[in-house]
């Protein structure tokens, strides 16, 4: 079974800093992983994705709050203006984020730097090289799932479905679960 604890403190000594703020998040993911024993009845492999995700996330948080900590101007460094670009699935989003990526005044992310963005491209070449490497070996590994039934994905309503991420859809759970 899953254990929120035990997740917080692997994603802790992964990362090598103690979560001085896991009372704003822990009741959640507490709640989230209840759930998940309770619920989704998952294989062991199943739920030891789950549980890589959540660990993987956990300690991305982590980093995050590490970078904070080590380079305390990131947090003075003013973001004027941000563009959010948002919109239901086949809505042209994608078609928007093309032209954005094409004006020098935006600068998008780039899935890989969504998935691990520490360290942060500039401060570390050689990890932004791995990880865009592996983002390009995960998009290759999933290209197969564009010949697969979309009747194997579990439906939850859109709104729902991008705001949680990807694997908590396929974790069948009440929807009020979801944080």
């Not at 989230?32 to 492999?45: D, G, T």
């Not at 996330?57 to 101007?73: H, V, Y």
């Not at 780039?110 to 990880?131: I, N």
């Not at 991008?162 to 944080?179: D, F, G, H, Q, Y």
């Amino acid at each position: 079974m899953l254990n929120a604890a035990a997740i917080v403190a692997e994603a802790e000594a992964r990362v090598g800093i103690r979560d001085g703020e896991a009372g704003y998040y822990q009741p959640n993911l507490e709640q989230l992983v209840a759930s998940i024993n309770a619920e989704a009845n998952l294989s062991p492999q199943g739920e030891a994705m789950v549980g890589a995700a959540l660990l993987a996330r956990t300690a991305c948080r982590l980093e995050g709050l590490k970078w904070l900590r080590d380079f305390p101007e990131i947090g003075a460094e003013a973001i004027v203006a941000p563009v959010f670009l948002t919109g239901l699935p086949r809505s042209g989003t994608t078609f928007f984020q093309y032209l954005f990526d094409r004006d020098p005044r935006f600068r998008l992310i780039r899935t890989w730097e969504a998935v691990e963005p520490f360290p942060p491209p500039g401060h570390d070449p050689q990890s932004a090289l791995r990880r865009k490497a592996g983002e390009a070996q995960r998009r290759q590994r999933l290209s197969h799932r564009s010949r697969v039934s979309r009747r194997c994905i579990f439906p939850m309503p859109t709104a729902r479905k991008s705001a949680t991420p990807s694997w908590s859809r396929s974790v069948r759970l009440p929807a009020s679960t979801i944080c």
